[in-house]
């Protein structure tokens, strides 16, 4: 049994439920973006970013922006005053216009650097990671991840405590304070806002349409489909090109792929970083310690009833021992 | 060790850590008082949260074999079974390839969280019987 179902291995949910016999649980529990963003071949979603081919026009930046300016947030002013005092608040209201990093107002930008001789532009977002941290150690249920691959934030949920952006390996998510639930639950002692990000254009999925800034591209630099697919052309196209690969491993493996004609190293050491500004280092699997602590919780009852049994036939050995002595 | 010993343990355990889940250490300045620093380590106290909900798993096996279900009593078997059951649909949810729906993350979540405030009150409240009971003799002489 512990062999099929190795902390690593890419198995699907219903064969891990059925192996721990929730098979009946898994019914009960239907995911029901499965129809909207899945494709035929089942599976998750990735897109593969052509970095060759991005001229860094920003049409892709602007579309994302028109598309989603109705779900930007519409702050109350003045903000809470945050408790304990030093507590601040985080206001983009007046800086809407920004497009030169991730803002609530602006969920792609575009990295630009010089490598080699060479012009890259880098289009930047969430890389929707196959095991996200966001969405795992969100403590209050507002983030989440689809089978489709897709990892989204529902502002209507979100408290703001922006955990999502400390445990995100790129600090991808961004805060607006002044919106959202904790307004109505205890705006000065908890919660900060609502945290926003790129959800791949999920309605726009939802009813057939590719992301907004896919369709908006005039170079064809992104393609979308099943993410082992994407992930063998990305091979191809560096070994047959010669170039590099970003994605497949960052954070245990993310659905979105990069594909540059020179290293990310170099593209890592010279593009502008800080808030809001992701870099393009190698990171490892942040989820990987808890997940092979998590079979010893899975393997815990086990031990447990064991010890009991164990308790039990000593102390039937015990009192047979007992027994036994009497009858000298 | 004493049985009784190893339930309060993992549950204090469980408790610091599963507050430290949210985002309160850090903005209410526990995690700045030296020595407490890990407090803020969402993946560390992340890691403690599972180790011990291992030893209450041990444990609650344990005493559910020797004891049966009476051992436990029926409220607080009721309250353990829905922060268990809970909090394994978490603990597989964080699994590579494991997914749920939003709104059963969502509905799971406030459940394991309202599970846990409930035995955090009771507690509360059985440690203020006791006393109670403990000092209703002295008063009545
Ligand atoms: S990149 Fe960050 S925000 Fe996006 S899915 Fe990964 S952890 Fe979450
Ligand atoms: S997928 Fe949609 S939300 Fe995400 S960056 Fe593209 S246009 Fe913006
Ligand atoms: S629209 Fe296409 S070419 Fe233009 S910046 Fe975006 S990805 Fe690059």
Redesign the pocket.
Known sequence: MFKHIAPNSRITRRTLLKTLGLGGTAALLPDRARAAALPASGGETATLLDLSKCIGCGACVQTCREVNASRYPDPVKPLPTLLPPGTRNEDFSDKRGDDTRLTPYNWLFIQSARVDGKEVHIPRR????QN????NLCPWGA?S?RESGT?SIDAEVCLGGAK?RD????Q??QRQSGVGLYLHILPTMAGNGVMF?CDRCQDRVATGQLPACVEACPQSVQSVGPRNELAAAARRMARERGGYIYGLEE?GG?NTIYYSPVPFEKLEAAVAKGPGKPHLASVADSMADSNTLAWAVLLAPLAGAASALLKGTKRILASREAKGGSHE | MNSAWIYRIAMAVLAVSGVAQMPVFKRYGIASIPGFGWTADYFFTHRLHYAAAALLLFWLARRLMTGGPAALGRARLWLLGVLVLTGAVRVLKNLPDVDFSPLTVMLVDWTHLAAAMAIGLAALLMLARRRADARAPINRR
């Not at chain 1, 969430?126 to 990671?129: E, F, P």
């Not at chain 1, 996200?132 to 969405?135: E, H, I, R, S, T």
């Open positions: 969430c890389m929707h990671c996200p941290p966001c969405a983030a991840k990892v999502c445990v995100c390996p790129w991808i998510p990000k954070n993310t």
